[in-house]
């Protein structure tokens, strides 16, 4: 238990932004030019200073004072579990291993210690599966769970249930899960962002194939 204490205290280290578009631009097989080649020694310059002072907070701090932590990662049910008590939301079925088994094993071997979890779209908004990941390793994982934006409202109450009774600290907004006649700023989705405001929980948006007359 104490481990786990003073695991949950230890400040996270993240690969900078910055960092790694300089990598690609230093890496690029493209011939530089007067104005590359003064922006590519500007981010070496800079990503070099980046890495110093990390080295040099590890070291002062000591090498396990830091651990890696995946800020978006999904898990759905092994097909044992989805023939049985979790299954799939229909046309949604897994076609790669994504079980909570499996995402042990490859989080052990990369060396990172937690993760959040984020509702996948195999289960819809039938949450039972990650929310039984959450509660078997508390000290592991954080959720974020899907918003439902239903016609009756049903899915701010579920939002509620998922923040206060289930403990999940996020909620997704998926713009394509409205109804195709529906903006994501109708009166269930005012409502939805309403509650997640009023219950402190940040609110993340999935922006991959959204078109701007989702939100507008």
Not at 162 to 181: D, G, H
């Amino acid at each position: 238990m104490a481990a786990s204490s003073s695991a949950a205290r230890a400040p996270c280290r993240f690969l900078s932004p910055l960092a790694t578009t300089s990598s690609r631009t230093l890496l690029s097989p493209t011939p530089p030019t007067a104005a590359t080649s003064r922006r590519r020694l500007l981010l070496s310059s800079t990503t070099s200073t980046i890495c110093a002072a990390a080295m040099a907070a590890s070291s002062k701090a000591g090498s396990n004072s830091f651990k890696v932590v995946d800020s978006h990662l999904h898990v759905w049910a092994s097909p044992l579990q989805a023939a049985g008590e979790y299954p799939f939301f229909p046309g949604q079925e897994a076609t790669l291993r994504g079980d909570v088994d499996f995402l042990l094993e490859c989080m052990d071997e990369a060396g990172v210690a937690g993760a959040l979890i984020v509702q996948p779209i195999n289960h819809m908004f039938d949450h039972s599966l990650v929310t039984s990941v959450l509660k078997k390793y508390p000290s592991k994982f954080i959720g974020c769970c899907l918003a439902n934006p239903a016609d009756d409202g049903s899915g701010i109450k579920q939002l509620e249930h998922l923040i206060v009774q289930e403990k999940y600290c996020a909620v997704r907004f998926n713009p394509n899960l409205w109804p195709s006649s529906q903006k994501m700023t109708n009166e269930v989705g005012r409502s939805l962002f309403a509650k997640a405001g009023e219950l402190g929980a940040p609110v993340g948006i999935m922006v991959m194939k959204v078109k701007e007359a989702f939100i507008y």
